[in-house]
């Protein structure tokens, strides 16, 4: 795109034309802005927070490539980019949650809890992490019931089991998260983690 042409039209034009290029229907992966920001400086003035405001983004996180883009991401856009983002899926890959009896023994399953704590620090501005951040683990999402996880079957309730302790421990912290699960209703005390979190997105989801 030639930016002196480009700079002649009228702003509403320049606008529309950003939205229609720079949407991602299926969310826009991390780390991975379009060419069209970097083609000038005055496009990415005008169009940089345009990108953010208008896309959900998406990371997948596997327990072969355990790094630190995610939180390299959350720290380089911190700020008005952040506060701007409709949403954040976390796809978490962890084959050996199969090969395991318990979940407590699978070290790499903790080595998620860096993420999460970085995670916690981010600011989202108005919006609390759970409105903003949804996980998913081996294709299982946070967002299942309890009452349904615990009609699937043993290797399903691993999975959506996982996700549902990434969602919660990254909103009520790793203390408070472990003695639940540990407690002697911790059925019912989880249930009542999760109905907060299922009000509060009920409220402030954007996308």
């Known amino acids: 795109m030639e930016p002196s042409f480009f700079s002649h039209l009228p702003p509403e034009i320049r606008n529309a034309i950003y939205e229609y290029v720079l949407y991602e229907p299926h969310g826009a992966e991390i780390w991975d802005e379009p060419g069209l920001l970097q083609s000038s400086s005055m496009i990415r003035a005008e169009a940089e927070l345009m990108y953010y405001?208008?896309?959900?983004?998406?990371?997948?996180?596997?327990?072969?490539?355990?790094?630190?883009?995610?939180?390299?991401?959350?720290?380089?856009?911190?700020?008005?980019?952040?506060?701007?983002?409709?949403?954040?899926?976390?796809?978490?890959?962890?084959p050996s949650l199969q090969e395991v009896e318990d979940c407590d023994d699978n070290s790499t399953f903790f080595l998620l809890t860096h993420i999460v704590e970085e995670l916690q620090a981010t600011s989202f501005k108005n919006r609390s992490t759970e409105c903003v951040v949804r996980w998913s683990l081996n294709g299982a999402s946070d967002s299942e019931s309890f009452e349904n996880i615990n009609e699937m079957s043993a290797i399903d309730q691993d999975r959506f089991r996982g996700a549902k302790f990434l969602l919660l421990f990254m909103v009520n912290g790793a203390e408070k998260t472990l003695d639940a699960l540990h407690a002697e209703d911790s059925e019912a005390v989880l249930e009542g983690f999760d109905a907060v979190v299922r009000r509060n997105r009920g409220r402030g989801f954007v996308g």
């Open 53 to 94: 405001a208008i896309n959900s983004f998406r990371t997948t996180i596997h327990e072969d490539h355990m790094n630190h883009h995610l939180c390299q991401w959350l720290k380089r856009k911190a700020g008005q980019r952040i506060h701007l983002i409709r949403g954040l899926d976390i796809y978490v890959e962890m």
